[in-house]
Each structure stands twice: as C-alpha cells, then as structure tokens.
C-alpha cells in the first residue's frame, strides 16, 4: 500500500470511530456524526476559540517567534478552577468557530507562514481524530512543522496508538495521582488510574523531549504539573511517579495556579500558592533526581491569564492573536527558567 493510500484508510478509520465515541476514556459511546454530542459537548466538526502565536508556553515550545497554538472548545475535564473556563466549559456562550478537518488544515498552514515553531493543540482530547484527519491533510498540502499535543492528560490510550506518528511533542499535564482530588476538583472519577498509562503510552512513542542547536523542541515528551495550594502530598506523589518512568524526563512545574471560576467554592484551594509550598515542591524535584526541570515565577500567576471574550485572550507579550491578522513574533514570554 502506498504512503498516500495508507493515509486515506487511516483517516478513514479515525473519524469513523465517532459513530460510537470512546476517543477519551469517558467512552461515552454517542454517535457524533449524526450531531449527538456527549460529556465534552462537542459533536463531529471540532470548534476552535482561538488561533495564534503564544509566546506564554515553556521556552522549547514558545521560541523566539512563537507556538502556533489552535485552542479547542470544550473539554472532557470539568476543572474548577479552570482559566480556560470560557473556552472549555462555556463555550457555547462565546465566539467559538466550527471548523472542517479542511479549514483546520488551512489554519495550520497560516501559522507556519507567521513562522511558528511548532503546532500547538491545546485541548485535543476529545477531538482527537479530527485533529490527526487535519494533520495528515496539512502534511499533504506542505506543514512540516511539529505537531504538539498540550492535554490535560486524561486521553485514551487506545486512541493515542492509532494516532502514533502524528504528533511530534507530547505536552500532557498530569493533575493528580488521587481519585479524590480528581472528583472534586476535576469531575472525573478516575484520573489518577488513567493518567499514568497515558504518560507511559506517550514516552514510548516520543521518547525525551528533543532539542535544535537554539534549543527548540523538536520532538518528545514535556509533562506539566500545576502545583495546587494545600495539595503538596498529590505534587510529591506525581514527581515520585515522574521520576519511577525516568529521572530524565522533562518536567514543567507550575505556580501559575490561582482561584479563577468555581474555586471561590472550594475554601481549601481559594488562595494562590505560597513561596514556601512552590520551594518544597522544587526542592522534592531536585531530591528526586529531576534535574530537567521548567519553574515559573512564583509571581506570575496573573500574568497568564487569559481572557478569550478579548481579540487578544493573553496580555500582549504573551500573544499575537487571530493568523489572519498581521503581527511579528519578536517577544518572548519569560517567565519560565530552567531549575538547575
Ligand atoms: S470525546 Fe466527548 S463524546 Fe467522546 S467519549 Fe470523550 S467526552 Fe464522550
């Protein structure tokens, strides 16, 4: 079988699956091509809220010209303190664009003539065969950028495999290793179970995270873990886990969290993190052995957040909106450093 022909039938075979959804592990077994929509909310045709160069992302990621982030509507989380909140659990109620496997192709070739280094799908998971569909489509027409896969971690692994070879940079959170934090704050009753099957499913197909000589990603794995108040045992727990797959296994860690949405319902996780609780999680990190480590400043967590009723969602240096507006990417977001 020739390489095109193999495309067609693998695309062919993705968006079929719709017929009965289990592309993330809430398998909700809806038919999304007959307009059934289950758990994320989101039928057959993907929605996409934002288009542009983000310059917010880790340095392997932003660059210096930029990631050509595609932001999905809905989400298969139901996160609490989500800052995404308009986009991923509101949706409906704001602009969003429904978007053919076509046009999602067409937006991808944009951001590779405004020079982005990568392709960077934020929120995949519950549109995942969409998004492979529009990638094989965008290699054909030319994209030779790499791909990003930037979820919350709560994918099918199942779907992960057949989408292998696709995606160059896996950037997943991994939010917890405990059901009870998982339920009350996320909504899902088995994230921990979930999560490190997905790690491990990601590692091997992409391997560590793989630099250019200007030390941007070229392919690999880059985990994220948002450090939550109050939550220290679950960040310990998550290293522990990170370090047990490898010591040189590239990690984010954040301190961006602050109370956005529904958190102000939630006394425990209703403050910022505090200086002392972000140095005890770096210090675990070290005393693990995870010595490639990304932390932000602990002051930066405002400066993150986005508003996506705005042309422009991030604060102007973290963001050139819309690829069809005209705009360079010579800022740099900064507020990432490496911990060693
Ligand atoms: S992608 Fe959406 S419809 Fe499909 S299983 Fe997940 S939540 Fe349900």
Do not use: W
């Amino acid at each position: 079988m020739d390489s095109k022909k193999s495309d067609e039938t693998k695309n062919r075979s993705l968006t079929d699956q719709l017929t009965r959804c289990a592309c993330c592990p809430r398998k909700c077994q809806v038919n999304r091509l007959e307009g059934k929509t289950g758990f994320c909310g989101v039928g057959a045709d993907v929605q996409v809220s934002h288009v542009g160069l983000h310059f917010g992302e880790e340095p392997p990621i932003s660059g210096t010209k930029g990631s050509g982030t595609i932001f999905f509507s809905g989400c298969n989380l139901r996160c609490v303190f989500c800052q995404n909140h308009q986009i991923s659990q509101e949706f409906k109620k704001g602009r969003t664009q429904t978007l053919t496997s076509n046009q999602l192709a067409l937006e991808m070739l944009r951001l590779q003539d405004k020079g982005a280094h990568n392709i960077n799908f934020v929120s995949p998971s519950h549109v995942i065969f969409q998004m492979a569909e529009a990638i094989l489509l965008a290699r054909e027409k030319g994209l030779s950028l790499p791909v990003v896969y930037n979820s919350g971690g709560y994918d099918s692994v199942d779907a992960l495999r057949q989408i292998h070879g696709l995606v160059d940079i896996y950037l997943p959170d991994i939010k917890y290793l405990d059901n009870e934090l998982g339920k009350r704050f996320s909504g899902v009753e088995d994230y921990a179970d979930i999560v490190p099957g997905v790690l491990m499913e990601m590692l091997d197909q992409v391997g560590h995270l793989k630099t250019d000589e200007d030390g941007i990603a070229m392919g690999g794995l880059l985990v994220r873990h948002l450090v939550l108040p109050g939550c220290l045992d679950n960040s310990q727990k998550c290293l522990r886990f990170l370090a047990g797959l490898s010591s040189n296994i590239h990690v984010s860690l954040m301190s961006q969290y602050s109370p956005q949405y529904k958190a102000c319902n939630y006394p425990e996780i209703n403050r910022t993190l505090t200086a002392e609780e972000y140095d005890e999680i770096q210090n675990y990190a070290l005393d693990l052995g995870l010595e490639n480590a990304f932390v932000q400043e602990l002051e930066s967590y405002d400066h993150y957040l986005p508003d996506f009723e705005r042309e422009s969602p991030f604060t102007t240096d973290l963001s050139v909106p819309g690829v069809s507006a005209p705009g360079e990417g010579s800022k740099k977001g900064k507020r990432h450093k490496a911990l060693v």
